[in-house]
């Protein structure tokens, strides 16, 4: 996986960015990437609460069991299958959203799979954009694992293993009855 961050004066953006080649069609990695009917090993089991994705549209990552929302963002670009941008916050944190970027490029051997995040370089680095850059190499490395073998990663698997057991520890912030969708909107 190749990764690069470029840092940027105050008031521009910082950018983070992943690459991981996908041995598999980009129709493929892109049905898989956006799919709404069930949890997403590589979004650490989460699942998409969306009217639609499409530009404006908010959506929510709710827990398996629905009772939890770990994230929230609104649609920027759904330019299937090649681009997918929204903007990205944690329910647990008052830092400023960011936008998150899927790129997706057929290439020999597959499709170049590209995650870019983009802060605003104004703010301090925050836990969410430490967060961010650690989850952004879980989502490549699971991402191709599950699009080329059926499963997570070995480690990935673990790791979701640990939140089912750390569930009732989750931040009363995050009950999804606090982040209905019309709430979402403009976040």
Not at 54 to 62: D, I, K, V, Y
Not at 145 to 157: H, I, L, P, S
């Amino acid at each position: 996986m190749n990764t690069a961050t470029q840092a940027a004066p105050s008031g521009e953006v910082r950018t983070s960015i992943y690459r991981v080649i996908i041995q598999a069609s980009i129709e493929t990695v892109w049905s898989e990437l956006v799919r709404t009917d069930r949890p997403s090993p590589f979004f650490f089991g989460g699942q998409y609460d969306t009217p639609g994705l499409e530009s404006g549209a908010p959506f929510a990552m709710r827990s398996p069991d629905g009772k939890y929302t770990m994230a929230i963002g609104e649609v920027l670009e759904f330019s299937p299958p090649h681009r997918y941008a929204h903007t990205f916050r944690f329910t647990t944190s008052d830092d400023p959203a960011s936008v998150v970027r899927y790129e997706l490029e057929e290439v020999e051997g597959g499709t170049q799979f590209t995650l870019i995040n983009e802060h605003a370089a104004s703010d301090p680095v925050t836990n969410s954009e430490k967060q961010m850059a650690q989850g952004a190499k879980f989502i490549c490395e699971n991402l191709k694992a599950v699009v080329e073998t059926g499963k997570a990663t070995w480690g990935g698997r673990m790791m979701l293993f640990m939140f089912s057991l750390m569930a009732p520890m989750t931040p009363k912030a995050a009950k999804s009855e606090n982040w209905p969708l019309d709430r979402i909107k403009g976040q």
